[in-house]
């Protein structure tokens, strides 16, 4: 029987013997505090495996993740999707996983507690509050997040944490081109410049995955993000 391991070197992505105990570890993890809270609708081992683990690693394909100290923030990160697979596979990130939901933080701090990780931060808060936090905003070289809203809204989120010069990268399904086009004008006024695409494909699954990534080109304006709350209900789009 194939593993899932055996599909990682399609995402640039070869797991040593160590690596593949990290995940054996944080699988175990998120199976038992699954069963006892809401962290994924996903609950079995085939589909964490496939659905969280290699969907995150996808990002294996994004350029030059594996350098030192690279300063990333996964935003609204839940079962730590996919800060915590790229952190396995690319130990000297500097790596700050942030969930509104308290509960869900302290899954995160016992996975990086059992697995002994260096340089991660925990954060129970919000992005927009983050994004106007000057410890946070225009910190990161790269902020990104997989499945957590859409485009107009998840580039309020990301962009004001994103440094000049660093990426926005936003993990997206099959229609990703469609929100890439209605965020483009969130993408004008935010700073970003027009994005690239990265397409990836997971093993049995017909539906196209794609990494949407924008490289920061001017400051975010200080209105950006707004409120709690206020960039989902009213997201930046353009008026009719």
């Known amino acids: 029987m194939t593993s899932w391991f055996e599909h ?3 995402f640039n992505i070869t797991l040593t013997a160590e690596q593949q105990e990290q995940f054996d570890v944080y699988e175990r993890l998120l199976l038992e505090w699954n069963s006892r809270m809401n962290l994924t609708a ?13 969907d995150s690693l996808t990002g294996g394909l994004i350029p030059d993740l594996d350098v030192s100290g690279l300063k990333l923030i996964d935003v609204g990160t839940g079962a730590g999707l ?3 697979p790229l952190k396995i596979v690319y130990p000297d990130l500097h790596l700050t996983l942030t969930d509104s939901v308290t509960r869900k933080t302290h899954f995160l701090q016992a996975v990086v507690d059992e697995l002994g990780m260096k340089n991660v931060t ?5 992005a927009e509050d983050l994004g106007q936090s000057a410890e946070h905003r225009e910190q990161y070289d790269v902020a990104l997040a997989r499945s957590v809203a859409y485009m107009p809204v998840l580039l309020e989120y990301l962009v004001p944490l994103t440094k000049i010069g660093g990426r926005t990268i936003c993990f997206k399904g099959d229609n990703a081109p469609n929100e890439t086009a209605e965020g483009a004008f969130a993408a004008e006024k935010l700073g970003v410049a027009e994005p690239t695409f990265i397409e990836a494909r997971l093993p049995d699954h017909d539906r196209q ?25 009213k997201p930046l789009v353009p008026k009719k």
């Open 42 to 54: 996903v609950r079995d081992a085939d589909g964490i495996r496939i659905r969280h683990f290699l």
């Open 82 to 84: 996919p800060g915590l």
């Open 8 to 10: 990682t070197p399609q």
């Open 122 to 126: 925990v954060l129970a808060d919000r």
């Open 209 to 233: 995955h794609y990494l949407v990534i924008y490289e920061k080109v001017g400051e975010t304006p200080t209105d950006y993000p707004r409120r709690p709350g206020r960039p989902l209900k």
